[in-house]
């Protein structure tokens, strides 16, 4: 058997293009209402008169602007990953539970199963939010790249070593091919050809950002159609990088 690739990656800097992406995409967000709202009022007001291809053509502008809106709503979570920490103490498995609370519709959705082992008393100095944005980004890859064979499985690990709170989030999903394991953390990289899995390719890049923020480090390990595996470290008490 072939060993499984295994990338990590530490404390990269990054220029810094905060303020930039995060205007431009708020700046962005009035035109694509604008186009999405006229083209809702033609569909609604003269959807009867159109052929088959015309109305192909408004689905097409409509599918087209949600997709914009959604990477708009990613290039935010990326730029805000660039933001100032705001360090605060609070427990991991509150955080964790909240997380597959507010994804619970999705995850019956889906028939997932969300296991989640982590110590209830375990306390973390770290910048919540931005550990929030993270999580949330791997369990929404977890949930989205789904095999068809089998249920969704995610499990969540956290452990505490003497200065480190260690994560692990695996799946039973797709996979990613070994040689494009290389290019996962990078911004607008695709590591799914497929077009039946559509998305943003930036949630990746934004959990990179938010784990080096932070003096930790990040790596993947996946096997094509069987699992991927993300690990990520970070220092129980974050200080500011």
Same mark, same amino acid.
């Given at each position: 058997?072939?060993? &499984?690739?295994?990338?990590?990656?530490?404390?990269?800097?990054?220029?810094?293009?905060?303020?930039?992406?995060?205007?431009?995409?708020?700046?962005?967000? #009035?035109?694509?209402?604008?186009?999405?709202?006229?083209?809702?009022?033609?569909?609604?007001? =003269?959807?009867? !008169?159109?052929?088959?291809?015309?109305?192909?053509?408004?689905?097409?502008?409509?599918?087209?602007?949600?997709?914009?809106?959604?990477?708009?709503?990613? =290039?935010?979570?990326?730029?805000?990953? #660039?933001?100032?920490?705001?360090?605060?103490?609070?427990?991991?498995?509150?955080?964790?539970?909240?997380?597959?609370?507010? *994804?619970?519709?999705?995850?019956?959705?889906?028939?997932?199963?969300?296991?989640?082992?982590?110590?209830?008393?375990?306390?973390?100095?770290?910048?919540?939010?931005?550990?929030?944005?993270?999580?949330?980004?791997?369990?929404?890859?977890?949930?989205?790249?789904?095999?068809?064979? *089998?249920?969704?499985?995610?499990?969540?690990?956290?452990?505490?070593?003497?200065?480190?709170?260690?994560?692990?989030?695996?799946? *039973?999903?797709?996979?990613?091919?070994?040689?494009?394991?290389?290019?996962?953390?990078?911004?607008?990289? !695709?590591?799914?050809?497929?077009?039946?899995?559509?998305?943003? @390719? &930036?949630?990746?890049? &934004?959990?990179?950002?938010?784990?080096? =923020?932070? #003096?930790?480090?990040?790596?993947?390990?996946?096997?094509?159609?069987?699992?991927?595996?993300?690990?990520?470290?970070?220092?129980? @008490? &974050?200080?500011?990088?």
């Amino acid at each position: 058997m072939k060993k &499984t690739e295994l990338v990590e990656y530490t404390n990269i800097d990054q220029p810094e293009t905060v303020d930039i992406v995060y205007k431009a995409a708020h700046d962005l967000k #009035g035109p694509l209402r604008t186009i999405k709202s006229f083209t809702q009022l033609l569909d609604n007001s =003269m959807s009867d !008169r159109f052929t088959k291809d015309e109305k192909g053509l408004v689905g097409f502008i409509m599918e087209a602007t949600e997709n914009l809106e959604n990477l708009i709503v990613k =290039m935010i979570d990326f730029s805000k990953a #660039g933001l100032p920490l705001n360090i605060s103490e609070f427990k991991i498995d509150n955080l964790l539970q909240l997380l597959v609370l507010k *994804n619970a519709k999705l995850i019956e959705e889906k028939n997932a199963t969300v296991v989640i082992l982590c110590d209830e008393t375990l306390m973390m100095h770290a910048d919540k939010n931005k550990l929030n944005i993270l999580l949330e980004n791997l369990i929404s890859n977890s949930l989205k790249f789904v095999s068809k064979s *089998n249920p969704p499985e995610i499990k969540i690990k956290v452990a505490e070593d003497e200065n480190n709170v260690n994560f692990s989030v695996l799946d *039973n999903g797709i996979g990613i091919d070994e040689h494009k394991l290389t290019i996962a953390f990078e911004l607008f990289e !695709r590591v799914h050809t497929t077009t039946d899995y559509k998305g943003t @390719r &930036t949630s990746l890049a &934004t959990c990179k950002r938010i784990v080096e =923020m932070q #003096g930790g480090s990040i790596r993947i390990q996946s096997k094509l159609g069987k699992y991927t595996e993300v690990n990520f470290t970070i220092p129980k @008490r &974050t200080e500011l990088y």
